[in-house]
């Protein structure tokens, strides 16, 4: 069928495949029917209403947040591999660290011991922080593929599939920011209290807040 109606069988023939087909009477009723199918479909029935739809989605703001934060879940419970090396090398960055500024926070003879352990504690939450922001970047451009085509279909709006991005990544981030901290506090020779770790871990959250920021902005 394709080597016989190739443009260059045509020309070899003298003939116009097309033009005897619109030429041809089967041409002629169907064009007929359609057009009067197109002109019957085109036509507003007299008691027809135009239709109306109180909302752009069919589903709530709340309903779209649980069901993109449900996706999001299954796809990073799936993505296992990205969760493992986040972990492993969390734990890495910690004994590397650790090792370089080892029991720098014990030392407080001198004001040069102040800047050591202010800098070792500066540069524990910035590693962090821009490791964890530049991890994340691969995964949210393959995940905005699958966002651009459901938002298209008008399954949800961006601020929900922005939201549950930026809520699934704190459990994770809470967990290795905590194994981080504790690590670092200790190897650091900081004083070892329940308000004192805290404070660190709140602190070395930066990392994960600044993770939080660069994953929205990706996601927008």
Known sequence: MLEVTTPAQEIALGVDFADIYRNSEQYRIFFRRHKAII?????????????????KYSQSLLIQCIAC??????SYWRNSSYNAVRFIHTTITALML?????????KKEKPQDLFNAMGSMYAAVLFLG?????????????????????RASGMYSALPYAFAQVL????????????????????????????????GYLYGGDGTLGHVQCHGRCTD
Not at 98 to 106: A, D, E, K, N
């Open 130 to 150: 821009i490791k964890s922001a530049s991890a994340v970047q691969p995964v949210v451009a393959a995940e905005r593929t699958f966002f651009y085509r459901e």
């Open 69 to 74: 934060l449900r996706e999001q879940h299954w």
């Open 39 to 55: 002109k019957e479909l085109s036509t507003r029935a007299p008691d027809s209403k135009d239709l109306y739809f109180p909302t």
């Open 168 to 199: 699934i990544e704190l459990p994770y981030n809470f967990i290795a920011d905590m194994v981080y901290g504790v690590i670092v506090h200790t190897m650091l020779g900081f004083e070892i209290t329940t308000v004192k770790i805290f404070c």
């Open 98 to 106: 650790g090792t370089v500024f080892w029991r720098l926070g014990s």
